[in-house]
């Protein structure tokens, strides 16, 4: 049999290190270059020196590009695609260790030097000697380097069954790399004839509860989306407070509904979804000023599970519904009071009826070219430029002042969900029984991956509402920002995570267990991708399997 380059727990340690090194945070040239050199390390198999049509480099956003390598034996049609993302977060957090951030050896040799500066868990797992410390190696170039090895053996060994490689960039932010890489999938299919049996992402297991030791294995992954608001109220000068009705003070009506509202949370088998918190809320206005604030936004956090875009649409604008009437409820008392007559009641609108409100009083051009101006600032990001949109319609429509006029801000996550499909069921009772007997690992099935992956882009299920009321009412939709959804619905099979265990990803004590990541999961995988090419022999007349 061929030697293999990744075949061993010793060679996986020694790629992942070197795949570490390439930096590559989102949004750095790190990034952008990252791609080809991962590329270039997967051209060293023979596999695709013989078929290079076979790998490729694909465009995503902004000079960043996502990877696929597709081993495909020639007959085989059931295809598994090995989802990774190869983008990090930063890493000032390491403070003056900051150039060790990317060597997993070195670092972790230091800390040793630094005990005392580590959080007490952290410290006790430098001194275990089980663990190798790094940005990346957690969360995820481990579950790149598995897919590396397993992609290797599978070439080496023609094992009858297909595997795309497919790893993509911007995870940590937008996403933009699997959105783009979705319908890049389906050309695939078309172009070799494949059937997706499985998406097999390899996110790290992240744990419940500090001090959490178990495995988990994930037949699902949570879905994120973020309502948002613009608050525009009426101006007027400190000196006439009444007169007037600022922002902040509507603002501070919705916010206090939203944060850790439970009727946003759901229960589905016995998990449960984070409750709901602001991310920003903020004043549209830069300066100080004596004149008062009108214009502000907020952005908000919410889990899914079952609900899609549409649901939660409807959930928000009843809170917000609530918040304005208490808001026009206390500032008409207040006026009562003080004899001031007031200057008009709060509406809540959604962004889709301001649209075509400005669409009916000045024309679609109008509409347009205010979208294209805010589109061309490119120092502001998606957030900015949705909210930035709403503020300058409703600037021309002050008829309908003072308003919260509802949102969603990108990126939306939307969830999904195998743990009822049989093939899924079938890989967890098999990773569980292998990784109890050959390892002693309890394994243990979660059904929704708490961290938030792009296994949320594929095996999409919804009649059409969810996403037609995502789209209208998502300002930048169509310019700076889309999803697929259509082809997500194309994308039909089962998901699943299973990968490496580690501690504190995106915190400087990022780490991975090495005994887990080098050997336990790649062995679990790689007998859970055979034990489904088994079963697929059937299809595959003369299947050569030299194992
Ligand atoms: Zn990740």
Redesign the pocket.
């Given at each position: 049999m061929k030697q293999l380059m990744w075949g061993s727990p010793e060679a996986l340690r020694r790629l992942l290190c070197e795949v570490v090194s390439w930096k590559s945070m989102t949004l750095t040239d790190g990034e952008r270059e990252f791609s080809s050199k991962v590329a270039g390390k997967l051209k060293e198999l023979a596999y695709f020196q013989e078929h290079p049509d076979q790998l490729g480099l694909h465009d995503a956003d902004l000079g960043r590009q996502f990877v696929t390598a597709l081993y495909k034996h020639p007959e085989a049609k059931e295809t598994i695609v090995l989802i990774s993302?190869f983008d990090t977060v930063n890493t000032e957090e390491y403070g003056d260790l900051q150039e060790y951030a990317y060597m997993p050896e070195e670092l972790t040799k230091l800390l040793h030097s630094r005990v005392d500066e580590l959080p007490e868990e952290a410290r006790q797992d430098l001194l275990s000697g089980e663990y190798l410390f790094g940005r990346g190696t957690m969360?995820?170039k481990m579950?790149l380097v598995m897919h590396m090895g397993l992609i290797e053996k599978a070439t080496v060994e023609h094992w009858p069954i297909n595997l795309i490689l497919l790893t993509v960039p911007d995870?940590?932010v937008n996403s933009s790399g699997m959105r783009a890489a979705v319908p890049k999938l389906l050309e695939l299919k078309e172009q070799h004839q494949l059937e997706f049996k499985l998406f097999l992402n390899g996110?790290?297991v992240f744990t419940q509860a500090p001090g959490d030791r178990n495995y988990y294995v994930y037949s699902g992954s949570i879905g994120k989306i973020m309502p948002s608001a613009l608050f525009y109220g009426k101006e007027t000068h400190v000196g006439e407070p009444l007169s007037g009705i600022t922002a902040p003070y509507i603002a501070s009506f919705l916010t206090q509904r939203m944060e850790w509202n439970l009727t946003l949370q759901e229960t589905e088998m016995g998990e449960e979804t984070p409750l709901p918190v602001t991310l920003q809320q903020k004043d549209l206005r830069l300066e100080y000023s004596v004149q008062t604030p009108y214009r502000s936004s907020a952005l908000y956090n919410v889990f899914l599970m079952k609900r899609n875009a549409e649901e939660i649409m409807d959930i928000f604008e009843k809170v917000a519904l609530n918040a304005a009437h208490a808001c026009n409820e206390a500032y008409q008392e207040i006026c009562k009071e003080r004899n001031a007559s007031p200057v008009g009641e709060v509406r809540v609108l959604r962004y889709e009826e301001l649209e075509k409100y400005a669409v009916r009083k000045f024309g679609a051009d109008f509409v347009a070219g205010v979208k294209a101006t805010v589109q061309k600032r490119e120092d502001w990001d998606d957030r900015e430029k949705s909210i930035r949109i709403a503020d300058t319609l409703i600037i021309e429509c002050q008829e309908l002042a003072p308003a919260i006029v509802l949102m969603y801000a990108p990126p939306y996550y939307p969830a999904v969900n195998s743990s009822n499909d049989d093939l899924v069921v079938e890989c967890i009772e098999y990773v569980k029984q292998q990784g109890f007997e050959k390892f002693s690992l309890p394994v243990n099935q979660v059904h929704y991956f708490n961290?938030?992956?792009d296994l949320s882009y594929v095996n999409y299920q919804d009649a059409g509402e969810g996403w037609t009321v995502f789209k209208e009412n998502t300002p930048v939709w169509g310019s700076s920002y889309s999803i697929p959804f259509d082809e997500m619905t194309q994308l039909q099979a089962p998901v699943l995570n299973v990968g490496p265990f580690g501690k504190d990803?995106h915190k400087r004590t990022e780490r991975l267990h090495i005994k887990n990541a080098f050997e336990e999961v790649p062995a679990l995988v790689e007998g859970m991708v055979k034990m489904l090419a088994k079963k697929n022999r059937n299809g595959v007349r003369h299947h050569s399997w030299t194992k």
């Amino acid at each position: 049999m061929k030697q293999l380059m990744w075949g061993s727990p010793e060679a996986l340690r020694r790629l992942l290190c070197e795949v570490v090194s390439w930096k590559s945070m989102t949004l750095t040239d790190g990034e952008r270059e990252f791609s080809s050199k991962v590329a270039g390390k997967l051209k060293e198999l023979a596999y695709f020196q013989e078929h290079p049509d076979q790998l490729g480099l694909h465009d995503a956003d902004l000079g960043r590009q996502f990877v696929t390598a597709l081993y495909k034996h020639p007959e085989a049609k059931e295809t598994i695609v090995l989802i990774s993302h190869f983008d990090t977060v930063n890493t000032e957090e390491y403070g003056d260790l900051q150039e060790y951030a990317y060597m997993p050896e070195e670092l972790t040799k230091l800390l040793h030097s630094r005990v005392d500066e580590l959080p007490e868990e952290a410290r006790q797992d430098l001194l275990s000697g089980e663990y190798l410390f790094g940005r990346g190696t957690m969360d995820m170039k481990m579950g790149l380097v598995m897919h590396m090895g397993l992609i290797e053996k599978a070439t080496v060994e023609h094992w009858p069954i297909n595997l795309i490689l497919l790893t993509v960039p911007d995870e940590e932010v937008n996403s933009s790399g699997m959105r783009a890489a979705v319908p890049k999938l389906l050309e695939l299919k078309e172009q070799h004839q494949l059937e997706f049996k499985l998406f097999l992402n390899g996110e790290p297991v992240f744990t419940q509860a500090p001090g959490d030791r178990n495995y988990y294995v994930y037949s699902g992954s949570i879905g994120k989306i973020m309502p948002s608001a613009l608050f525009y109220g009426k101006e007027t000068h400190v000196g006439e407070p009444l007169s007037g009705i600022t922002a902040p003070y509507i603002a501070s009506f919705l916010t206090q509904r939203m944060e850790w509202n439970l009727t946003l949370q759901e229960t589905e088998m016995g998990e449960e979804t984070p409750l709901p918190v602001t991310l920003q809320q903020k004043d549209l206005r830069l300066e100080y000023s004596v004149q008062t604030p009108y214009r502000s936004s907020a952005l908000y956090n919410v889990f899914l599970m079952k609900r899609n875009a549409e649901e939660i649409m409807d959930i928000f604008e009843k809170v917000a519904l609530n918040a304005a009437h208490a808001c026009n409820e206390a500032y008409q008392e207040i006026c009562k009071e003080r004899n001031a007559s007031p200057v008009g009641e709060v509406r809540v609108l959604r962004y889709e009826e301001l649209e075509k409100y400005a669409v009916r009083k000045f024309g679609a051009d109008f509409v347009a070219g205010v979208k294209a101006t805010v589109q061309k600032r490119e120092d502001w990001d998606d957030r900015e430029k949705s909210i930035r949109i709403a503020d300058t319609l409703i600037i021309e429509c002050q008829e309908l002042a003072p308003a919260i006029v509802l949102m969603y801000a990108p990126p939306y996550y939307p969830a999904v969900n195998s743990s009822n499909d049989d093939l899924v069921v079938e890989c967890i009772e098999y990773v569980k029984q292998q990784g109890f007997e050959k390892f002693s690992l309890p394994v243990n099935q979660v059904h929704y991956f708490n961290g938030i992956s792009d296994l949320s882009y594929v095996n999409y299920q919804d009649a059409g509402e969810g996403w037609t009321v995502f789209k209208e009412n998502t300002p930048v939709w169509g310019s700076s920002y889309s999803i697929p959804f259509d082809e997500m619905t194309q994308l039909q099979a089962p998901v699943l995570n299973v990968g490496p265990f580690g501690k504190d990803a995106h915190k400087r004590t990022e780490r991975l267990h090495i005994k887990n990541a080098f050997e336990e999961v790649p062995a679990l995988v790689e007998g859970m991708v055979k034990m489904l090419a088994k079963k697929n022999r059937n299809g595959v007349r003369h299947h050569s399997w030299t194992k």
